[in-house]
Structure formats: C-alpha cells, structure tokens
Nanobody
Framework: VQLQASGGGLVETGGSLRLSCVVS????????MAWFRQAPGKGREVVAT????????YYPDSVKGRFTISKDNNKNMVFLQMNSLKSEDTAVYYC????????????????WGQGTLVTVSS
C-alpha cells in the first residue's frame, strides 16, 4: 500500500488549502484514514480521522470547524480541506491509513505517506 500526499504550500493567515492523498494497493474502501501533522520541534498530532465508510469523522478542538476530511472510495483518495488557516497550523501534514475502524492514535496506523508541507504566513 502506498500513499501520496499533495497540496501543501505557502498561504497567508486566514487562507485555505486543500490537501489530497491518493492510495494505491488493496481495497481502499476497507481503510479508515487520518491526517496527522508535525510542527517544527513538536510531536506528531492528529488533525482529522474518517472511518472506512466515510460516515464518522473526528477533529480535535484546535481545528474543529475549520478543517474537513472527506473520503472518495471511487477515486481511492482522501482530502483535507483547511480553512481559516492560522500560523500555528504550519506543519508537515501526513495522510495515513489503517484497516478497520478509525483511531486517534498514530501507533494504530499501518500505512503512511511522505508528508506535505503547509506554511501559514502571518
């Protein structure tokens, strides 16, 4: 299974970006997906999860109401729409997948993409 994330870049505070991740390999419809991020000098944290059917999502308070995760089982892709970006959203964003139910814990995820850098300028 391979994951390829894209869509990162430089954006001003208050702006928007849409991250994409394409997944190759076995049945994508069986995977729950998540986006994690890692800011410079900090640990990796979850920013959004979505279960394999696409009906259940989770967001931490830091991004709730600003970020939206979605899953397209026909295209083998997961997206992260990020609005009202803040400087503290600056990080490398990783898409990740696991078989079965979604999780908020990075140790539960089996497959990881290479990351895409998001920089929010103030």
């Amino acid at each position: 299974v391979q994951l390829q994330a894209s869509g990162g870049g430089l954006v001003e505070t208050g702006g928007s970006l849409r991250l994409s991740c394409v997944v190759s390999g076995r049945a994508f419809k069986d995977y729950s997906m998540a986006w994690f991020r890692q800011a410079p000098g900090k640990g990796r944290e979850v920013v959004a999860t979505i279960n394999y059917a696409g009906g259940v999502t989770y967001y931490p308070d830091s991004v709730k109401g600003r970020f939206t995760i979605s899953k397209d089982n026909n295209k083998n892709m997961v997206f992260l729409q990020m609005n009202s970006l803040k400087s503290e959203d600056t990080a490398v964003y990783y898409c990740t997948a696991r078989d079965g139910l979604s999780s908020r814990q990075q140790v539960d995820y089996h497959y990881w993409g290479q990351g895409t850098l998001v920089t929010v300028s103030s």
